[in-house]
């Protein structure tokens, strides 16, 4: 079965501080990636997508960017962060075995 | 105007009452409709997925899409206080992870 895995769970960041959060999806291969994001009392906001090694969607301009280096690892990063960054970041997957979204637990960032 | 609207609540029902969910949308290209269930704190778990207009139902769940009013809707039977949650309605045009989400409803199922 295919499981997704997101880390870290939990991250205080102050201001213009990097950011990396890193996503990988085990039992599938080729899998679409997805970068999500949730502002409180919102709803979902697509940020990035990527439907193979090295090959990065941006859905909306923002200070952040993604990679990804290997098949399943899918990595969102920040140089400086703004506190407009704060939130809950979803990764997600869909492709071989799953057609449907499926999310991890997510990660939440504060910016402080 | 949201492509997504969802009243986001609360929804505050007692044990064993029916849970009435919808959301509206404007862009008639949609074709896929999901609803997501997300317990606080953690990621959207897939309740249901329908592809068009029509009517799908799976055990107390029931999902249903009126394409001619833009208007998507889920009902839940017999609700218990485990249904507690926010339920993310989403939808997209062909793609299964592009999606657009309404902001999602809180429902309180109280014992």
């Known amino acids: 079965s295919q499981t997704i895995h997101q880390w870290p769970a939990t991250l205080v960041q102050p201001v213009g501080s990097p950011l990396s959060l890193e996503c990988t999806v085990e039992?599938?291969?080729?899998?679409?990636l997805y970068w999500y994001r949730q502002a409180a009392g919102r709803g979902l906001q697509l940020l990035f997508y990527s439907v193979g090694i090295g090959q990065i969607s941006s859905e909306v301009p923002q200070n952040l960017s993604a990679s990804r280096p290997q098949d399943r690892q899918f990595i969102l990063s920040s140089k400086k962060l703004l506190l407009s960054d704060s939130g809950f970041y979803l990764c997600?997957?869909?492709?071989?075995?799953?057609?449907?979204?499926?999310f991890g637990a997510g990660s939440r960032l504060t910016v402080l | 105007q949201k492509e997504v609207e969802q009243d986001p609540g609360p929804l505050s029902v007692p044990e064993g009452a029916i849970v009435s969910l919808n959301c509206t949308y404007s862009?008639?290209?949609?074709?896929?409709f999901m609803w997501y269930r997300q317990y606080s704190r953690k990621g959207p778990e897939l309740l249901m997925y329908?592809?068009?207009?029509g009517n799908k139902e799976d055990g107390r769940f029931t999902a249903q899409v009126d394409k001619s009013s833009k208007y998507i809707s889920l009902f839940i039977r017999d609700s218990q206080p485990s249904d507690s949650a926010t339920y993310l309605c989403a939808m997209s045009e062909g793609s299964w992870g592009k999606l657009q989400f309404g902001a999602g409803t809180q429902v309180v199922v109280t014992p």
């Open positions: 997600a997957w869909s492709g071989p075995g799953a057609n449907v979204l499926t």
């Open positions: 039992g599938t291969s080729n899998p679409n």
């Open positions: 329908t592809y068009s207009s």
């Open positions: 862009n008639s290209a949609f074709q896929y």
